[in-house]
Structure formats: C-alpha cells, structure tokens
C-alpha cells in the first residue's frame, strides 16, 4: 500500500496529474476579476463591484499560497532539466513575490473598504494595473514551462530519466 501512495507516475507524480496549474488558475481569474470590477465600479460608481472584487482578492489570497505549495511541490518532482533551469527559477521568485504583493493589495483593500466601502483611490486602481502585469508576465513564464520545456510531460519526463536531457 505504501508502495503505491510513493511511487511515481509517467508524469513524474504521485497523483495523476499536476494540481498546481488547476489552483493557480482560480487565482489568475479571481485577481483579473477583482480588478475588472475595480476599475468598472470606479468608472461607473456602480460600488456594488467594490464588493465582488473585495470577495475575490480575498480568496485569492488563500489560494495563492495554496498553489505554491502544489508548485514548489511540483516543481521538485520535475527534475528541470538545464535549459528550463532559469525560467522556473524566475516564476519560483515571482510566484513567491505575488503571493505577498496579492496579501498586501488585500490588506490595504481591508483598510480602504474599512474607511468607506463606496470609494476606491486611484492609486489603488494604478496598483491593480501593476498586479495585473506582473500576474501577466507569470502566466507567461508559466506557460513556458510547460508549452516550451515540457515539464511534468510524459516524453520530457523519459528524456530526463533517459538522460537525453542534461
């Protein structure tokens, strides 16, 4: 029994397939979201979108810490090989970075919707564009991993086993 909850599948996993994309995925949504209601209750005055968005950084919040636990999980059982090396290394930190620029952006959310629930500052809106970049450039990378290097695919996974790839 303990044999099969340890050993490794043809993806390089003890389960059937990587987790840390269905997760991340919720988060990419939720923080897009937060900020597309953001923007259309300030433009609009329409602050019933406040409130979604406030629901939505927050569970991203969870979830974000949620997937880099499943990512750097992941991560280690993928055996990067070289090439692939640097950009895991760079979504690894930017990944880590979002996760407490996405808490901060809750916090400050926190204070602000404690002050008055009806009102966002513009400058709040300036940081929602900046996250939404930075979540931008981490689909990117992530996308990369596994669209261009392969990880956690099964030929990429026997060509590492193989040792075809350093």
Not at 64 to 86: H, M, N, R, T, W
Request: with cysteine; aromatic share 12%.
């Amino acid at each position: 029994m303990l044999e099969k909850l340890t050993s490794l599948n043809d993806h390089n996993l003890p389960y059937p397939d990587t987790i840390h994309p269905i997760v991340v995925h919720f988060v990419i949504a939720m923080v897009l979201f937060a900020f597309v209601c953001d923007l259309i209750g300030y433009l609009t005055g329409k602050t019933r979108l406040f409130e979604v968005s406030w629901w939505n950084m927050c569970v991203a919040t969870v979830a974000i810490f949620v997937a880099i636990i499943f990512g750097q999980f992941e991560a280690g059982l993928a055996k990067p090989y070289d090439l692939a090396k640097s950009v895991l290394n760079l979504h690894t930190l930017i990944g880590w970075s979002l996760s407490g620029i996405i808490a901060a952006i809750t916090a400050w959310r926190y204070v602000l919707r404690s002050k008055n629930p009806h009102k966002l500052p513009f400058h709040y809106i300036a940081a929602g564009v900046i996250l939404t970049g930075i979540v931008g450039v981490q689909v990117y990378l992530g996308d990369e991993l596994v669209w261009v290097y392969g990880l956690h695919t099964v030929p990429v996974v026997e060509a590492v086993k193989d040792g075809l790839l350093p």
